[in-house]
């Protein structure tokens, strides 16, 4: 179908929330919504329930070499991947947007906190604003790209009042594609960014070699 002749996008005043509730609060929240939405038939709409993962707004950035084609991962263990093969996930630097932060900001934090490297916010260049798993969560990532001098790159980072152990290492970009291939790389953020890094790869040498 041509964009011409695509319909009319459906938007948030095409649902009505009937009721609300908060299941569970903690560190994130669980929210129980009943709610009615306009149907692509025209039809008459029906009553669903859905349970909600309400998290914020997280950013993240992958660090690139790219006189030396070499990328910036780090290693965490997360619990929701105990079921992976996986459990200590390799990964892009992120972090959650605190109340008052952007997510440009998150970024360079994120990275003195995880990996030790000093990027400036200026040099970030925006990959995309995505929602991660719009089937049960509200939660949005910024991703972003940088450059940076990854020659003393490494080691053992994060802040252990938050529970943190994260260890930051530099591979080849074409070992971490590798990493993806394998299944060793298997969360959506990570093999998102390694996949956009290689399709800007050669642009990204120009612009970044300087």
Same mark, same amino acid.
């Given at each position: 179908?041509?964009?011409?002749?695509?319909?009319?996008?459906?938007?948030?005043?095409?649902?009505?929330?009937?009721?609300?509730?908060?299941?569970?609060?903690?560190?994130?929240?669980?929210?129980?919504?009943?709610?009615?939405?306009?149907?692509?038939?025209?039809?008459?709409?029906?009553?669903?329930?859905?349970?909600?993962?309400?998290?914020?707004?997280?950013?993240?950035?992958? /660090?690139?070499?790219?006189?030396?084609?070499? %990328?910036?991962?780090?290693?965490?263990?997360?619990?929701?991947?105990?079921?992976?093969?996986?459990?200590?996930?390799?990964?892009?630097?992120?972090?959650?947007?605190?109340?008052?932060?952007?997510?440009?900001? %998150?970024?360079?934090?994120?990275?003195?906190?995880?990996?030790?490297? %000093?990027?400036?916010?200026?040099? /970030?260049?925006?990959?995309?604003?995505?929602?991660?798993?719009?089937?049960?969560?509200?939660?949005?990532?910024? /991703?972003?790209?940088?450059?940076?001098?990854?020659?003393?790159?490494?080691?053992?980072?994060?802040?252990?009042?938050?529970?943190?152990?994260?260890?930051?290492?530099?591979?080849?970009?074409?070992?971490?594609?590798?990493?993806?291939?394998?299944?060793?790389?298997?969360?959506?953020?990570?093999?998102?960014?390694?996949?956009?890094?290689?399709?800007?790869?050669?642009?990204?040498?120009?612009?970044?070699?300087?």
């Amino acid at each position: 179908m041509s964009a011409s002749r695509m319909p009319a996008e459906f938007t948030a005043a095409d649902v009505e929330i009937l009721c609300r509730d908060t299941l569970f609060q903690g560190f994130y929240r669980m929210d129980k919504l009943w709610l009615r939405h306009r149907r692509f038939d025209g039809g008459p709409a029906q009553e669903i329930a859905r349970e909600l993962f309400v998290r914020p707004s997280a950013s993240g950035v992958i /660090l690139y070499d790219a006189p030396a084609d070499r %990328v910036l991962l780090i290693e965490q263990f997360r619990a929701g991947a105990l079921a992976s093969p996986h459990p200590w996930q390799i990964e892009v630097i992120a972090g959650l947007i605190g109340p008052g932060e952007t997510p440009a900001g %998150v970024a360079v934090r994120e990275t003195e906190e995880e990996a030790g490297v %000093v990027i400036a916010e200026a040099d /970030l260049e925006l990959v995309a604003s995505f929602l991660t798993s719009a089937g049960g969560s509200d939660e949005r990532f910024t /991703l972003y790209a940088a450059p940076a001098d990854l020659s003393l790159a490494g080691g053992l980072h994060g802040l252990p009042g938050e529970g943190e152990d994260i260890r930051a290492a530099t591979w080849a970009l074409d070992d971490a594609l590798a990493l993806v291939a394998s299944g060793r790389i298997d969360n959506a953020v990570c093999i998102l960014a390694l996949q956009w890094l290689t399709l800007n790869r050669d642009r990204l040498r120009r612009q970044w070699a300087q």
